[in-house]
């Protein structure tokens, strides 16, 4: 399982100069199946995009935003999502008395992986489609 971080996915969706492209060849040898996110991630690019909707104030800005909205959308559902779990939720409990500083978003996150994680087979070496990340 090789989960995408929301800065991951920000340079996979916009596809953005020499980290994306270095991220995308990284990916190159992980199979896409084993290739996931995490529904907190969404949510925190979910916020960034209700917040950049909400700053649009004329009519072009708002259909450019929703254009966007769409596209982020439309990323989201090529993707499998890991859940926050009932599972995860007691982790994510456990790790924030292990680590208060720690942003919750964050924990949340790696709550989800490890709950996951006891789940997940190793990755098997596979290529990704060439348009992997790309604007299709």
């Avoid at 996915?9 to 980290?19: A, D, M, Y």
């Avoid at 926050?84 to 790696?110: H, N, T």
Wanted: glycine fraction near 6%; charged fraction near 25%.
């Amino acid at each position: 399982m090789f989960v995408l971080d929301t800065d991951h996915l920000s340079l996979l969706q916009w596809n953005v100069g020499v980290e994306g492209r270095r991220l995308e060849k990284r990916l190159s040898d992980v199979d896409a199946d084993e290739i996931v996110t995490t529904i907190v991630n969404f949510e925190e690019q979910m916020r960034g995009w209700l917040s950049y909707l909400a700053k649009s104030r004329t009519v072009v800005q708002q259909v450019e935003a929703y254009r966007r909205l769409t596209r982020h959308l439309e990323y989201y559902r090529q993707i499998p999502v890991l859940d926050f779990s009932e599972a995860a939720a007691v982790e994510y409990q456990r790790l924030r008395k292990l680590q208060p500083r720690i942003g919750s978003l964050d924990l949340k996150i790696a709550a989800i992986v490890i709950v996951e994680g006891r789940h997940a087979p190793f990755p098997k070496p596979l290529r990704l489609p060439a348009n992997f990340g790309s604007e299709g």
